[in-house]
């Protein structure tokens, strides 16, 4: 009966993982409305519309041939590729409105959702081999808040934990008889780790651990000096062949150094090549690095104590599966330092028996030494740390530790999701979308009006969304972030005043919460929508208005429509 229960439990599993994996599908198609950090546009889909769709849109200062700082590969190969197919079905007249708001929001999220079923892939090759069961360890990965919100949207981070996923899965490889083989994959540990490289600087501190773990199975195997050399040199070799065609690509795309530039090299000495070339060359992790490693340029973006990443962000995104992991790595702190103090020649018997009592010390390393090396710097936002989930979650599921928390699991799932998937800016989407209809509605087709578009309060708003070519000079983004009351009014009191410019539609975008201080201003509106829900970390609602009539306006994001005919 014990196997029929356990075969109960595992058909049991595979069935909500598979409505798990619905969900993340089908969650990205409706959209999912939260909007995490601008990051998710600006590193890559906004980049890529500019380029290849030709729409206006702003050019975040990472991508400007003055200050590479990104690679341009991911990019290119992600929202680059989706909005390619977009665009190629329209000429085909395969489908006469293919770029709409909707399809440059979802296309590039969608593919990254495809993307984020490699970490399912990874869970289940590794969980064997960290004496975990696959189909729990999979139930825990899916159900993850972090997996359904952050691993479906466009971030460098989501690349950085999918690349971390290929190359544990890389170093972990075991004989059918259960004892470690030999890693052959010294190529593809060199590729993976370089993409990674490219893609964030930050990926040597995920890679280390495996990398170390990868060079002891080596050199454990046995084998003689020549096999681990061969090893290193196929690693280092195509390491540097990724390396150049990321070089190359970047160099080709900030330089603009087109064909014709090489065709006049290839008729100079090599001296003259290699010269040029270093000019030109450019090589954006060097760049990322130089400019993150200033503590001044840091700060601009914020600067934070060091145990943030231990203390809150490990603990917002992972809950209780932190709190578990970080017990458990005290526990082991202390059993070796007693057993260092008590006997030393006992060391070598007992260290088995150790690792057997209290699951995977290994598992343990992955996850906290690239917690420590972010903690090294003084910029820490929770989505660097969205990476560590696989071996979280391994951890989690060996030694059945998750099962009696599952209650406390679940509920702080639901609550995530809810938070950033639905509520966080979850507002300023649905705006951008509404307002690309109305822009593009018959009525203003036909009569070409000018429109103002002034967003206050709100995270910077991704322009590709709004679908408005290059050429079309009828519509003004205005972004006032988190400007004062006074300089908020004044702009808006020009646009009311401004008689030159007779079809001129003003729309002023901004948070219920902050939506007394336009009121303030002494100009009227004439229309308004209110976008539920909409919430504002920077400008939060007061609690007892929430529990008032107006409680729908302090979580919504109004877009109020100057009256401009007094």
Aim: with cysteine; proline share 6%.
């Amino acid at each position: 009966s014990g196997s029929a229960a356990g075969a109960g439990a595992g058909m049991w599993a595979k069935g909500v993982w598979a409505l798990l994996a619905a969900l993340r599908a089908g969650w990205c198609l409706l959209p999912q409305a939260g909007y995490l950090h601008p990051d998710e546009f600006f590193q890559s889909p906004e980049v890529m519309a500019g380029d290849i769709l030709n729409l206006q849109v702003y050019y975040p200062w990472e991508f400007l041939s003055s200050s590479p700082c990104r690679t341009v590969v991911f990019p290119l190969m992600t929202s680059g590729v989706t909005y390619w197919v977009i665009k190629s079905l329209q000429q085909l007249d395969i489908c006469s409105s293919c770029i709409n708001s909707y399809t440059l929001l979802v296309s590039p999220r969608l593919l990254f959702t495809m993307f984020s079923f490699i970490l399912d892939y990874s869970v289940y090759r590794l969980a064997p081999f960290w004496e975990a069961d696959p189909w729990k360890a999979l139930v825990l990965l899916a159900g993850s808040y972090v997996t359904l919100v952050f691993y479906t949207r466009t971030f460098t981070n989501a690349l950085e934990g999918l690349l971390f996923a290929l190359l544990m899965v890389l170093v972990s490889s075991r004989k059918p008889d259960g004892s470690s083989a030999e890693p052959t994959s010294s190529p593809l540990v060199g590729i993976v780790t370089t993409a990674g490289f490219f893609n964030r600087p930050t990926f040597l501190a995920f890679a280390l651990m495996p990398l170390l773990y990868w060079a002891g199975l080596i050199v454990d195997s046995q084998k003689g000096i020549k096999t681990v050399i061969n090893h290193f040199l196929k690693l280092v070799l195509c390491a540097c062949f990724t390396a150049i065609v990321f070089v190359t690509a970047d160099t080709f795309y900030f330089t603009a150094m087109g064909l014709d530039n090489l065709y006049s090299i290839q008729k100079s000495s090599l001296f003259d090549v290699i010269g040029q070339l270093n000019e030109k060359m450019i090589v954006t992790p060097f760049n990322f690095l130089s400019y993150n490693l200033n503590p001044h340029n840091l700060a601009l973006h914020g600067s934070h104590p060091r145990v943030t990443h231990f203390t809150v962000n490990g603990t917002m995104l992972f809950g209780i599966l932190h709190i578990l992991a970080i017990g458990a790595g005290f526990k082991m702190l202390k059993k070796y330092i007693c057993q260092l103090i008590r006997v030393k020649s006992y060391c070598h018997g007992s260290s088995g028996l150790l690792a057997h009592s209290e699951g995977n010390p290994t598992l343990l390393l992955f996850y906290f030494v690239p917690l420590a090396f972010l903690s090294l710097f003084s910029h820490q936002e929770p989505r660097f740390l969205i990476p560590l989930i696989l071996p979280l979650v391994l951890f989690s599921t060996s030694q059945n530790r998750a099962v009696k928390w599952k209650h406390i699991i679940i509920i702080f799932n639901v609550l995530g999701a809810l938070l950033f998937g639905c509520l966080h800016q979850g507002g300023l989407i649905p705006c951008l979308l509404h307002l690309e209809q109305l822009m593009h509605s018959p009525e203003s087709s036909n009569h070409p009006r000018h429109y103002t578009l002034l967003f206050a309060h709100t995270y910077m708003p991704p322009r590709s969304l709004l679908n408005i070519k290059k050429r079309d000079t009828h519509v003004e983004v205005i972004d006032m972030a988190g400007s004062e009351e006074e300089t908020l009014c004044r702009t808006v009191e020009q646009r009311a005043n401004n008689f030159t410019c007779n079809d001129c539609h003003v729309f002023v975008i901004i948070p219920g919460t902050v939506r007394a201080t336009i009121t303030k201003c002494g100009v009227s509106f004439k229309n308004e929508t209110l976008i539920f829900p909409h919430l504002s970390m920077e400008d939060p609602p007061q609690i007892p208005f929430l529990f008032s009539g107006n409680w729908r306006s302090q979580l919504g994001l109004y877009i109020l429509q100057l009256d401009r005919d007094q």
